[in-house]
């Protein structure tokens, strides 16, 4: 009995294995999209400005005494992990704004400005326009400091990952997590958004190409792409957690068995 088990088990391994190529592969059949398939997958993205967004604003000019209204004593950003350094001429000119529960900034001069939902360009032009009364040359830069996503499951180094691009897909985090494990389901992914309170879970399957005209291809800050292990995977922790639990049963009826043998032969050895 116990030998046409490990055999059915060993069929069942031999024929998964045949099946793998198939299963880890990702966006199977690009290459037969027909044209408006291909159409469909180009798509633009704008990241839009969230709450609690710290937002690097930038204001310089020639004219430096017209910006100077527009620029705090400096405060350089600094995300998770990385080294702090001094102020100098790459960081004096770095400010950060948070991005508070009304979606407001509170910027120098100019008071609180409604930034939330809007684009890093419109949130310039906003500026510019304020701004260039006073100070007509005046160039700004706005960036999302603390943009960042977080990869969890089958993949080889789960993590925060900070990043500074406005364009990060779900395959860019994948990749900045080291590409998903042998074991992985590539059918079976999930990203988890928060939208501004609400959230919002979204399935992937990433052996499907339909996966580059999803709506959610690009990733927001504060997203959570997680993984989920195949049915291999997911049985073997079955049968592991069992094992463990039948193991420390044996352990416990072994142990009990040696403390009262010990005990029955201390007796004896009392009573001679």
């Known amino acids: 009995m116990k ?3 490990l055999l059915a088990l060993l069929l069942i391994n031999l024929f998964g ?9 990702y966006f199977q059949g690009i290459e037969n999209l027909t044209a408006e398939q291909l159409e469909e997958m180009n798509q633009k993205y704008t990241p839009r400005i969230c709450i609690d967004d710290a937002l ?3 204001v310089t000019s020639p004219e ?3 910006t100077a209204p527009f620029s705090p004593p400096p405060f ?4 998770p992990g990385e080294a702090e350094i001094g102020i100098s001429a790459t960081t004096q000119n770095l400010f950060t704004y948070l991005v508070d529960e009304n979606g407001d900034i509170n910027f120098p001069v100019l008071g609180r400005i409604h930034v939330v939902g809007l684009s890093i360009n419109e949130t310039i032009r906003a500026l510019e326009e304020m701004i260039w009364k006073t100070a007509p040359n005046a160039v700004i830069l706005v960036q999302i400091a603390n943009f960042k996503v977080s990869v969890l499951g089958e993949v080889r180094s789960p993590n925060n990952y ?3 691009t406005p364009r990060l897909s779900i395959f860019d985090a994948i990749s900045l997590a080291g590409d998903l494990t042998v074991t992985a389901d590539r059918k079976n992914v999930w990203l988890l958004r928060d939208n501004n309170g609400e959230k919002i ?3 992937f399957d990433l052996t499907d190409p339909a996966v580059f005209a999803s709506p959610y291809y690009y990733l927001q800050q504060n997203d959570i792409v997680y993984v989920y292990p195949n049915m291999a995977q997911r049985r073997n922790a079955q049968y592991s957690n069992r094992d463990n639990i039948r193991l420390s049963f044996y352990s416990t009826i072994v142990s009990t068995v040696s403390f009262l043998t010990t005990i029955i032969l201390t007796v004896r050895g009392q009573n001679r």
């Open 162 to 164: 900070p990043d500074r």
């Open 64 to 66: 430096r005494e017209t």
């Open 76 to 79: 350089g950003y600094f995300m």
């Open 201 to 203: 879970p979204v399935h």
């Open 56 to 58: 690097i604003i930038n």
């Open 3 to 5: 030998r046409s088990f």
């Open 17 to 25: 294995s045949c099946r793998t190529p198939q299963n880890i592969a």
